[in-house]
């Protein structure tokens, strides 16, 4: 499984913002707008990312045990920009930082061991679904 399915710290730790244009008002399946608020005059942010206690609106969690993004297909490219440690043979310190922060501990080598090469390019749940997910959809804040 990879990693960020059973993490969800960086979604519940950054603020989320993105210019305006890749939302689906403009943007054909771009990041709902109704997720997101304005930020500044070229800018949206997701909501539940403007302020503390910061939690992404589109987390699907139970930080460090189960994690998914509602909108993964469809999520903002600085989200798609965030890579977990390791994933591309480097440290991020954004993601050691937002797991630390829940008291977990860093990802290693090791934990990229179990993919395949052809899995390598795969994102974490292109289906919005992960194994573990309540029944129920979250309510958007």
Request: aromatic share 4%; proline share 11%.
């Amino acid at each position: 499984m990879h990693p960020c399915l059973s993490c969800g710290a960086c979604c519940a730790s950054y603020r989320v913002a993105f210019h305006w244009m890749e939302t689906d008002e403009t943007t054909p399946e771009g990041v709902p707008a109704e997720l997101s608020e304005p930020l500044d005059a070229h800018r949206l942010v997701m909501r539940g990312t403007r302020d503390a206690p910061v939690r992404c609106v589109a987390l699907d969690a139970a930080i460090g045990t189960r994690s998914r993004c509602t909108i993964h297909t469809r999520r903002p490219s600085v989200c798609r920009a965030l890579e977990a440690s390791w994933e591309s043979g480097r440290e991020s310190p954004q993601c050691d930082r937002a797991r630390a922060a829940f008291g977990l501990s860093a990802l290693t080598p090791a934990d990229w061991r179990w993919r395949d090469a052809p899995a390598n390019d795969a994102p974490p749940d292109d289906s919005d679904h992960s194994p573990d997910s309540p029944s129920q959809p979250p309510v958007a804040a």
